[in-house]
C-alpha cells in the first residue's frame, strides 16, 4: 500500500516537529493508540487497536526514527503485529516546511500488510488509511494549534 498527502497546520514548524516527537502527543492524535513509549531519542514502543472492515485488532509494534533533519524531515520505520489479524509494516517520509505563517506536512507511506488484513483488499485498507490519517491530522491539527496560542493572564 502506498499514501502520500499534505496537511497544513497554523503554528511555526519547530511547535509542529516537536509535536511529531512527543509520545504523549502522539498517542493522543493516533486512532485507537492504548500506548505510545519512548524507549530512546529515536525509538517508541505502541499498542494500537484498529478496526478495518469486518476485522478488529490489537497491534503491538516498534517505531525507529532515521534520517533525522530537526525540524524539517525524518523517516519514521514501523513495524507491528496483530496476532490472527496479521501485521503491517512500512515506513514514512515526512516533510515539514514554513508557508505563509503555516507549517506544510508532506507525507509518503510505504506500507506491507499481512494476514486476515491482507485478504480485505485495497479498496477497504486504502480509504480505511485516508480516514486513520485524516483523524490524525485533524487531532494533531487541534493539539498544536492549542498550544500555539497566546495563554490568558
Same mark, same amino acid.
Given at each position: 500500500?502506498?499514501?502520500?498527502?499534505?496537511?497544513?497546520?497554523?503554528?511555526?514548524?519547530?511547535?509542529?516537529?516537536?509535536?511529531?516527537?512527543?509520545?504523549?502527543?502522539?498517542?493522543?492524535?493516533?486512532?485507537?493508540?492504548?500506548?505510545? =513509549?519512548?524507549?530512546?531519542? %529515536?525509538?517508541? /514502543?505502541? !499498542? @494500537? *487497536?484498529?478496526?478495518? #472492515?469486518?476485522?478488529? +485488532?490489537?497491534?503491538?509494534?516498534?517505531?525507529?526514527?532515521?534520517?533525522?533533519?530537526?525540524?524539517?524531515?525524518?523517516?519514521?520505520?514501523?513495524?507491528?503485529?496483530?496476532?490472527?489479524?496479521?501485521?503491517?509494516?512500512?515506513?514514512?517520509?515526512?516533510?515539514?516546511? =514554513?508557508?505563509?505563517?503555516? %507549517?506544510?506536512? /508532506?507525507? !509518503? @507511506? *510505504?506500507?506491507?500488510? #499481512?494476514?486476515?488484513? +491482507?485478504?480485505?483488499?485495497?479498496?477497504?485498507?486504502?480509504?480505511?488509511?485516508?480516514?486513520?490519517?485524516?483523524?490524525?491530522?485533524?487531532?494533531?491539527?487541534?493539539?498544536?494549534?492549542?498550544?500555539?496560542?497566546?495563554?490568558?493572564?
Amino acid at each position: 500500500m502506498d499514501m502520500s498527502g499534505e496537511e497544513r497546520i497554523p503554528a511555526s514548524r519547530e511547535a509542529v516537529w516537536a509535536a511529531l516527537n512527543n509520545p504523549n502527543v502522539l498517542r493522543k492524535c493516533i486512532p485507537g493508540c492504548e500506548t505510545m =513509549e519512548k524507549k530512546s531519542a %529515536t525509538e517508541m /514502543t505502541a !499498542t @494500537v *487497536k484498529v478496526k478495518v #472492515g469486518p476485522v478488529s +485488532a490489537s497491534f503491538k509494534g516498534n517505531v525507529t526514527l532515521a534520517n533525522l533533519n530537526p525540524p524539517e524531515s525524518y523517516t519514521i520505520i514501523g513495524e507491528g503485529s496483530g496476532g490472527m489479524a496479521g501485521f503491517a509494516k512500512g515506513s514514512t517520509d515526512v516533510l515539514l516546511r =514554513e508557508e505563509g505563517g503555516e %507549517t506544510v506536512v /508532506t507525507y !509518503t @507511506v *510505504k506500507a506491507q500488510i #499481512g494476514g486476515k488484513l +491482507a485478504m480485505l483488499g485495497s479498496r477497504l485498507i486504502d480509504s480505511s488509511s485516508k480516514r486513520l490519517a485524516g483523524q490524525f491530522f485533524q487531532k494533531l491539527n487541534k493539539i498544536v494549534t492549542k498550544r500555539a496560542e497566546p495563554s490568558e493572564a
